[in-house]
């Protein structure tokens, strides 16, 4: 299963940390071992089902419980019926020099 999330918190930051808010969301999806790729608009996921809705509840939350008033989390998730790709890899690979 493939999943994109963007969080959006509510500040993003702070005044001496603009991004306090969202990089802890990322540090989850960094300690969680799955593979991921961040992009400068989201982050791409890629696990089985169970791993990645739960990871997805858990980065939406970590922008919370890092001090933000609230979040707007904006998620794809591509899943196929036998759970065999595409890899982020798959995808992706062919546009990379």
Same mark, same amino acid.
Do not use: C, N
């Given at each position: 299963?493939? *999943? ?10 702070? *005044? ?49 419980? *890092? ?31």
């Amino acid at each position: 299963m493939l *999943a994109h999330i963007q969080v959006s918190p509510r500040p993003a930051g702070t *005044a001496d940390q603009p991004y306090a808010h969202i990089d802890p969301a990322i540090a989850v999806i960094q300690d969680s071992g799955l593979v991921h790729e961040v992009g400068a608009m989201g982050t791409t996921v890629q696990g089985s089902p169970d791993e990645v809705w739960a990871l997805l509840r858990r980065v939406h939350e970590a922008t919370l419980a *890092a001090g933000a008033r609230g979040v707007t989390s904006h998620i794809k998730v591509g899943q196929g019926a036998d759970d065999d790709g595409p890899t982020i890899e798959d995808l992706v690979a062919k546009f990379r020099a």
